[in-house]
């Protein structure tokens, strides 16, 4: 199929190229944009300009229902609606420059981004796209607020948000195997990948359904769907937080021999508590989780003391904080009754 009739098939009429000042305007801008943003990237300026130089960019008229801004990557051009303000560079603009960086200089079709371009499939094609979104949030001072981005904030969580922007920018797996070592697993990784998928499609029946609602008389069938789509999101949204978590600081806790991993692993699990979003059925599961590792920490604390120093015992006893600890964990699990027998001896 040809390109104008691929083009004409997803609703974009080609007109004329935009002028080469709004060309270099927009180029310009998401530059500077992206490497304000991201200070720690590799990448400088003049060279985030290069990536952009050769990008095709046209007008055209886009079938209503469609963005306003579309990368096609068949002939790596940028189509904007014929009516669109070019001297506005919004979140649509810097979001197709992004594919259109992931893309616009690769000769072979292998990955972008976060997307890779397999023999017989094509993976992580929703984490990609929650990437670039995460970044152009990130510019526009947007907080993370759908499932998607919750969970990739917290991906970065550990592996390091500066991987992420290095992996998405400049096509390359720092992020996947970052995130594979970290973990101690690549079967993790591969099945976020697929549940994202699922993720990013419901959301996109939720999307469709309620543009269908401004214009249906049925709205209570609408919202019926609507809630039955955002059920079976939470669930599986709930699923693979649980994973991630449980499956990072399970493992992290098996390598701590320094009194500095003990602090860092107890930071990192207060940061990234901060981060969950929580069930009420799951309140319980969570807490457990994170006492029974306080328990080993204090455990791994002792022993590393002992072997340390001959005074460390006494050192660990009298640790206000670890005292705390011992009362938080002694909370969690102590028995009603037990409650009940304190409060009547007093």
């Known amino acids: 199929m040809s390109i104008e009739k691929s083009l004409r098939k997803i609703g974009i009429q080609p007109l004329e ?31 985030m300009v290069n990536k952009m130089y050769n990008c095709k960019m046209s007008r055209a008229k886009i079938q209503e229902g469609l963005e306003r801004v579309n990368y096609f990557y ?41 997307c890779v371009f397999e023999k017989f499939k094509v993976r992580g094609m929703a984490l990609n796209e929650v990437a670039i979104n995460f970044i152009v949030n990130k510019i526009f001072g947007k907080r993370e607020s759908s499932k998607t981005q919750v969970l990739l904030k917290q991906m970065c969580l550990i592996t390091g948000e500066d991987v992420l922007v290095d992996s998405s920018i400049n096509n390359n797996e720092n ?6 070592e970290q973990t101690n697993t690549d079967i993790l990784y591969f099945q976020i990948e697929s549940n994202l998928d699922k993720m990013f499609d419901i959301e996109q029946k939720i999307s469709k359904l309620m543009s269908e609602g401004r214009k249906s008389k049925n709205l209570k069938r609408i919202f019926k769907k609507v809630n039955i789509h955002k059920k079976e999101l939470n669930q599986i949204f709930l699923e693979t937080q649980w994973e991630i978590f449980s499956t990072y600081f399970n ?22 508590n901060q981060w969950l979003e929580i069930s009420i059925d799951d309140e ?5 989780f994170s006492a029974e590792k306080i328990e080993k920490l204090e455990r791994k604390e002792i022993e590393i003391i ?28 102590s028995k009603p009754e037990d409650y009940e027998v304190g409060k009547q001896e007093k």
Do not use: W
Not at 36 to 47: E, I, L, M, V
Not at 317 to 331: A, C, T
């Open 306 to 333: 002992r072997r340390n120093s001959s005074t460390g015992l006494i050192l660990f006893n009298n640790n206000p904080i670890f005292s705390i600890i011992r009362s938080i964990r002694k909370l969690i699990f």
């Open 284 to 288: 319980i599961k969570y807490s457990l």
């Open 175 to 180: 992020f996947e195997e970052k995130f594979m």
């Open 74 to 114: 068949k002939n790596k051009t940028i189509y904007f609606d014929e009516t669109l303000d070019l001297s506005k560079i919004d979140e649509n603009i810097t979001r197709e420059c992004i594919h259109y960086i992931q893309n616009g200089n690769n000769q072979e079709l292998e990955r972008m981004g976060l």
């Open 251 to 272: 493992r992290k806790i098996q390598v701590i021999n320094t009194l500095e991993q003990v602090e860092n692993y107890k930071n990192e699990l207060f940061d990234y």
């Open 17 to 47: 190229e935009i002028t080469r000042e709004e060309k270099h305007n927009i180029i310009k801008n998401v530059a500077k944009s992206i490497i304000s943003t991201f200070s720690y990237h590799k990448t400088d300026y003049c060279q």
